[in-house]
């Protein structure tokens, strides 16, 4: 379970841990997943040891295990602008001053 007093190091080796699992899941090898992803075996021995992810070769491992619903969770909800909200009321402000938070 991620804890936010989890070292980054941790989060990672936790993150590799994950993804051998649903390789494990999915019955393939460390070969047949970096060949179908597009990288490197190595690439995903280093991914399952939480060293050297890059980004991008973590999306391409997840769209070949069927993981990719996974990234739904950094999906995060718009704020509303006031501008958008002052048109919606029919108020149109005349100025808007900069917040100095």
């Given at each position: 379970m991620i804890d936010y007093f989890m070292t980054n190091e941790a989060l990672l080796?936790?993150?590799g841990k994950q993804m051998q699992q649903m390789r494990i899941n999915?019955?393939?090898s460390q070969q047949q997943l970096a060949e179908r992803a597009g990288v490197?075996?190595?690439t995903v021995t280093q991914v399952e040891n939480g060293k050297g992810m890059k980004m991008e070769s973590i999306v391409a491992m997840l769209r070949v295990l069927n993981?990719?619903?996974i990234l739904n969770n950094f999906e995060t909800q718009a704020l509303v602008s006031p501008l958008l909200i002052a048109k919606q009321e029919g108020k149109t402000p005349k100025r808007i001053r900069p917040r100095h938070d």
């Amino acid at each position: 379970m991620i804890d936010y007093f989890m070292t980054n190091e941790a989060l990672l080796q936790y993150v590799g841990k994950q993804m051998q699992q649903m390789r494990i899941n999915a019955r393939l090898s460390q070969q047949q997943l970096a060949e179908r992803a597009g990288v490197s075996r190595s690439t995903v021995t280093q991914v399952e040891n939480g060293k050297g992810m890059k980004m991008e070769s973590i999306v391409a491992m997840l769209r070949v295990l069927n993981k990719l619903e996974i990234l739904n969770n950094f999906e995060t909800q718009a704020l509303v602008s006031p501008l958008l909200i002052a048109k919606q009321e029919g108020k149109t402000p005349k100025r808007i001053r900069p917040r100095h938070d």
